[in-house]
């Protein structure tokens, strides 16, 4: 059919060659408006997406923190996506810090994107805390309770009322614990421009509160002198086992410290076999006390209050120990040997003091033997027909531990060389509790370092291998000062003026060496002192010492009497040669050696000393009087020809006592025999000879009191020794009450008891 024919119908068919052609145009035209499309929409797209970033985060309000500090809390970061959620993220973040009172984020529209302005109103600053109207207590004592609660009040903190609450209740029980139970507490909060304030704690302490009468109610068994007794809190103070001076001065008043004495009345009727005993919620009363209007001081007391107790009990059976079973005690399978670690007997009265004394003396047995993780988990049984209480204690051994390695920290200048050679425990053997007490025991006596507990896990370092059954051990010290130096001076009618200058020290250069240097100059007296102390010679447990000392002190009437009548006095020379004027001086050492027994506090030593004394007059007085008063006539050594002693100790010593200088615990012992004479000498011939016997004992207890038992017998050899000396026996007791406050001796008060034959 030829191009544009008709066709029935009167329609127009185009050619294929047409059809083709508007294909190709159609398609030409399609891809230009496509493209164009792309473009204009991803130009938009490119356009809105610069808005939805953050370009921008500033800080305004700010004063003490820095704009950094702040902007470091905050996650997002300028060229973020802007995301709600994560903006809420930063705003807890910010809010949770506790610096601020008011925290704002804004935004705003930029032709970059989103500014961020975050607005914050800083906490103001405390600049000062003061208290007004505590008597009963001072403001170290509030800073120590505080501390103690962590309330977090300082000065130059950030305001938070919380903290302001937290510290009311921390001071009224402060105040409470001292017997002011109805105090109230206001605080002042003033502002100190430009962005601090002032807190003012405005305390009204209210009468103090006194512990008034203590009852019991239901003991028909037990006294309540003894109930009264246990209460060691609340009881009265007075003189104990009196009749009439047992409730001299009331205690004060503390709540918290009642529930303690409730659990001590109960424990006094356990120990006494009442097993079952029950002490219920003490009932309290308070009202008033002393005289409102006019009183007499001293005479009758002022207002105030007491509280007075009352405490339902309901005894309950008492009961007898029926039997004590093992159970599981798989390597000390000996019952009869645990069983004698109990100071209790079948059929005593049940007493849950000595049953606890029995399964800490069980810990420490199994201790000995490495069994680090023991425990006694203890199940009592009654028979009430019999009134009979059965103890069984189930046992969990654990495992066996070696020590594998003994370390130690805080020692700056002891070397652990001196620490380990104390140790009585090794390394490589089976862990033993009882030579690790013995061995911190023995550290606590040399001084060098605070006081070493052995259960306290601040001290001891345990760290378990469970797997291969071995256990390493770190020792935790804390030095003392060690050095001792003293500069001293004045004027003496008898020493005239003097200057002097010592220097102790019971750790030389770490190495656990003692030396001991004392200069005395003077123009009327001269001393100097030295002495070395080695306790490990030869790296053995043998210690030597040696002393070496040298004195001389002059005296002279004539001038005494310048200095008494202030002037000074050309005496002649006859009147001279008729006053005393003489000069003495002595020279000497001592060496010292003793060792001690093996695994033990007792030691063997053997001390020797020689020193060599000489008086000389220098006046015709002075040779008159000592030729006459040559020991009133009895022959024997003359001073002014001198006289040289030689003597040797042998002695025992047994010491146990918890610390090297100031002790709570323990025993002291020495006993020895001195023998003067040996090889001794002086210009006339005549030997020094004498014994002296001496023996010694020291008993320290907790309640800071050390008694002193003391005792010296004298036998005379020759007669050289003045007949005074002849059998003379001297014993004595001395009790030594110290006073300590913070840790110091200030005050000691002393009773001697004297006794001769």
């Known amino acids: 059919m030829p191009s544009g024919a008709c066709v029935p119908g009167g329609a127009l068919v185009p050619t ?47 004063r003490r923190i820095p704009a950094d500090t702040i902007r470091a809390r905050i996650f997002t970061k300028p060229g973020d996506i802007y995301d709600q959620a994560a903006l809420e993220r930063d705003f807890n973040s910010l809010w949770n810090t506790g610096y601020f009172e008011d925290v704002k984020f804004l935004r705003e529209q930029t032709p970059k994107g ?78 100190i421009p430009p962005a601090a304030v002032g807190i003012t ?72 076999g009442y097993f079952k005993a029950n002490v219920t ?15 007499i001081p001293l005479l009758q007391s002022g207002p105030g209050k007491a509280v007075d107790i009352t ?3 309901d005894e309950g059976d008492k009961y007898r120990l029926g039997k004590i079973t093992f159970k599981n005690n798989k390597f000390l399978s000996n019952t009869a040997a645990l069983r004698n670690l109990f100071p209790l007997k079948d059929g005593d009265i049940f007493s849950r003091e000595k049953v606890a004394k029995g399964l800490e003396n069980l810990r420490k047995a199994y201790g000995q033997y490495g069994y680090i993780n023991y425990t006694g988990v203890p199940s009592t049984t009654f028979d009430d027909e019999k009134k009979l209480a059965n103890l069984e204690i189930d046992i969990d051994e654990g495992k066996q531990f070696y020590v594998r390695r003994i370390e130690f920290q805080g020692n700056t200048t002891t070397r652990d060389k001196v620490i380990r050679r104390e140790l009585s425990l090794e390394e490589g053997g089976i862990y033993d509790s009882r030579l690790w007490e013995l061995s911190l025991q023995r550290l606590n006596q040399l001084s060098y370092f605070d006081q070493l507990k052995p259960d306290d896990p601040n001290v001891t370092e345990k760290r378990l291998d469970e797997k291969n059954g071995q256990v390493d051990l770190t020792l935790k010290v804390h030095e003392k000062g060690k050095n001792s130096i003293g500069l001293n001076g004045g004027v003496s009618g008898l020493e005239g003026a003097f200057i002097g200058l010592n220097y102790s020290t019971n750790n030389f250069l770490g190495k656990g060496e003692t030396l001991q240097m004392q200069i005395s100059l003077g123009n009327l007296a001269r001393s100097v002192m030295f002495g070395f102390t080695q306790p490990y010679m030869f790296d053995r447990p043998l210690q030597f010492g040696f002393t070496v000392f040298g004195n001389k002190i002059s005296y002279n009437q004539a001038r005494q009497l310048s200095i008494f009548s202030g002037q000074n006095l050309n005496l002649p020379s006859a009147v001279l040669q008729n006053l005393q004027n003489y000069s003495q001086s002595s020279v000497g050492f001592t060496t010292s050696l003793s060792y001690p027994l093996r695994r033990s506090f007792k030691r063997l030593g053997l001390t020797y000393s020689l020193d060599r004394s000489t008086l000389i007059p220098l006046s015709t007085a002075s040779k008159t009087l000592f030729d006459f008063i040559a020991f009133r006539g009895i022959s024997g050594p003359n001073a002014v020809n001198g006289i040289i002693t030689s003597k040797i100790f042998p002695n025992f010593s047994f010491n146990t006592l918890d610390s090297g200088m100031f002790p709570h615990s323990g025993k002291q012992m020495t006993l020895g025999a001195e023998f003067a004479g040996l090889g001794a000498f002086h210009p006339a011939d005549h030997p020094v000879q004498a014994v002296l016997s001496d023996a010694e004992a020291k008993e320290h207890h907790r309640l800071q009191c050390e008694c002193i038992l003391h005792q010296r017998v004298w036998r005379a050899g020759s007669a050289a020794v003045p007949a005074l000396l002849y059998g003379r026996r001297e014993r004595y007791s001395r009790i030594r009450y110290p006073l300590r406050l913070a840790g110091r001796v200030f005050a000691q008060f002393e009773r001697n008891h004297a006794h001769e034959s």
């Open 281 to 295: 919620d003490p009932k309290t009363v308070i009202h008033d006390t002393g005289h409102k209007g006019f009183h």
């Open 311 to 313: 405490m339902p009990i």
């Open 201 to 272: 704690f405005v305390v009204k302490e209210g009468p103090k509160v006194k512990v008034g009468k203590i009852r019991f109610d239901g003991n028909k068994n037990i006294s309540s002198r003894v109930l009264r007794a246990a209460m060691k809190n609340l009881r009265p103070i007075g003189i104990p086992h009196s009749i009439f001076l047992e409730n001299i001065f009331a205690k004060t008043y503390d709540a918290t410290k009642l529930e303690e004495d409730t659990e001590r009345v109960r424990a006094e009727y356990q120990n006494r």
């Open 114 to 191: 989103w500014r961020l302005i975050v607005q914050v109103k800083e906490k103001p600053t405390i600049r000062e805390i003061t208290y007004v109207g505590t008597s009963s207590v001072s403001q170290s004592d509030i800073l120590d309770r505080f501390k103690q609660d962590k309330v977090g009040l300082v000065v130059e903190s950030q305001y938070d009322p919380t903290r302001i609450k937290k510290a009311e209740v921390s001071i009224k029980n402060l105040l409470a614990e001292h017997g002011r139970q109805f105090a109230s507490i206001r605080t002042e909060v003033r502002q």
């Open 16 to 62: 294929p060659s047409f059809q083709r052609s508007w294909v190709r145009v159609a398609q030409r035209y399609c891809g230009f408006w496509l493209a164009l499309a792309t473009i204009v929409f991803g130009v938009a797209g490119l356009a809105s997406a610069q808005t939805d970033v953050v370009s921008e985060i500033t800080v305004t309000g700010n």
